[in-house]
């Protein structure tokens, strides 16, 4: 019995290690669902759990050939040559034509801004008038 637990022991430590040179080798920006800490402390605090869990769900994923063999990894995007044509800005703010209706409609809403605020201030003076004269 003491052999079956020593040995479980020692299956537990040698998956600990491995998987902790694996985690601290591996690149920051390749880590999945957590960050490097986490799963350090993940793999330490819950072993064996978290060692098993740190090979099923936070190893860097490993690249996919594609048909033209070429290495592919999840996230890359697309391989240059198939990347689609860029056809104008990427963003509002980087579209100046989109710029300048946005200074446009700007003034439209201030004209409207202040006919509103000028119907207001005469139906408040002809409010003030009706009270007034029924006073």
Same mark, same amino acid.
């Given at each position: 019995? #003491?052999? +079956? ?5 020692? /299956?537990? +430590?040698?998956? +600990? &290690? &491995?998987?902790?040179?694996?985690? /601290? ?5 390749? #880590?999945?669902?957590?960050?490097? &800490?986490?799963? &350090? =402390?993940?793999?330490? *605090? ?5 060692? #098993?869990?740190? =090979? ?13 063999? $070429? ?6 995007? =697309?391989?240059?040559? %198939? ?6 800005? /990427? ?6 034509? =989109? ?6 409609? /700007? @003034? $439209?809403?201030?004209?409207?801004? @202040?006919?509103? %605020? ?8 002809? *409010?003030?008038?009706? $009270?007034? $004269? %029924?006073?």
């Amino acid at each position: 019995m #003491i052999r +079956l637990y020593s040995l479980f022991m020692l /299956l537990d +430590l040698a998956l +600990l &290690v &491995v998987a902790l040179i694996d985690c /601290l080798s591996a690149e920051e920006f390749a #880590i999945r669902a957590l960050p490097r &800490v986490a799963w &350090v =402390f993940i793999i330490l *605090l819950f072993s064996p759990i978290g060692a #098993i869990a740190w =090979f099923i769900a936070g190893r860097p994923a490993r690249p996919v050939r594609m048909s033209n063999g $070429q290495p592919w990894r999840p996230g890359s995007g =697309f391989p240059e040559a %198939e990347r689609p044509a860029r056809r104008g800005p /990427l963003a509002p703010d980087d579209d100046p034509e =989109f710029l300048r209706s946005l200074a446009g409609s /700007l @003034k $439209q809403d201030e004209t409207l801004m @202040k006919q509103w %605020e000028a119907d207001l201030r005469r139906r408040e003076e002809e *409010l003030r008038r009706r $009270q007034a $004269q %029924e006073d």
